[in-house]
T-cell receptor, first 113, second 115 residues
Framework: DTEVTQTPKHLVMGMTNKKSLKCEQH?????MYWYKQKAKKPPELMFV???????INESVPSRFSPECPNSSLLNLHLHALQPEDSALYLC????????????FGPGTRLTVT | GENVEQHPSTLSVQEGDSAVIKCTYS??????FPWYKQELGKRPQLIID?????GEKKDQRIAVTLNKTAKHFSLHITETQPEDSAVYFC??????????????FGKGTLLTVNP
């Protein structure tokens, strides 16, 4: 089973709102990733968690705050976003940080108004 | 850091023809090269990958070749079908100092297979 799930599928939020994106996998993977994808562009890496610890932070603005409560769950907390943050947010996982194959979730389509 | 160039940006073929997408990378330390297919509104799906100790890998109608000396790799799709229409991304792994592996993606190729 190579299933990574994400909720919600769509999210519309104002610039003063606080919301969270959720990602879950039950494949026993120990590395999880957040990517941002704008239309017609490749995914851009935001964060990497390995064994529930943040191991890569690609200089993402502090209005994005990741959290990894356990090895199966990954959250992305959003606060005071800008319209340019509107994008598809993809979660991915891999067996561990030394394993190359990454499997993506279906994404959350975020619109900031 | 790693830089991945992908060509062409768009490719249109007739059903049954072959399609070839090419990528070059800059970091000679990269040693893992996956290809992802992304249909409109869907997630990127890993369709095939190759490691640096292998020159070619095939899976049914899809094959990938790697030339480490020239630092380029290619995706070959034979007997294309309309359902192959999608955006294809190549990527290269970049060992960020020995502790993490991150993928650097090419800009993507929009493949259209015309019936």
């Amino acid at each position: 089973d190579t299933e990574v799930t994400q909720t919600p599928k769509h999210l519309v939020m104002g610039m003063t709102n606080k919301k969270s994106l959720k990602c879950e996998q039950h494949m026993g993977h120990r590395a999880m990733y957040w990517y941002k994808q704008k239309a017609k562009k490749p995914p851009e890496l935001m964060f990497v968690y390995s064994y529930e610890k943040l191991s890569i932070n690609e200089s993402v603005p502090s209005r994005f705050s990741p959290e990894c409560p356990n090895s199966s769950l990954l959250n992305l907390h959003l606060h005071a976003l800008q319209p340019e943050d509107s994008a598809l947010y993809l979660c991915a996982s891999s067996q561990n940080r030394e394993t190359y194959e990454q499997y993506f979730g279906p994404g959350t389509r975020l619109t900031v108004t | 850091g790693e830089n991945v160039e992908q060509h062409p940006s768009t490719l249109s073929v007739q059903e049954g023809d072959s399609a070839v997408i090419k990528c070059t990378y800059s970091d000679s330390a990269s040693n893992y090269f996956p290809w992802y297919k992304q249909e409109l509104g869907k997630r990127p799906q890993l369709i095939i990958d190759i490691r640096s100790n292998v020159g070619e890998k095939k899976d049914q109608r899809i094959a990938v070749t790697l030339n480490k000396t020239a630092k380029h790799f290619s995706l070959h799709i034979t007997e294309t079908q309309p359902e192959d229409s999608a955006v294809y991304f190549c990527a290269a792994s970049n060992d960020g100092g020995g502790s993490n592996y991150k993928l650097t993606f090419g800009k993507g190729t929009l493949l259209t297979v015309n019936p």
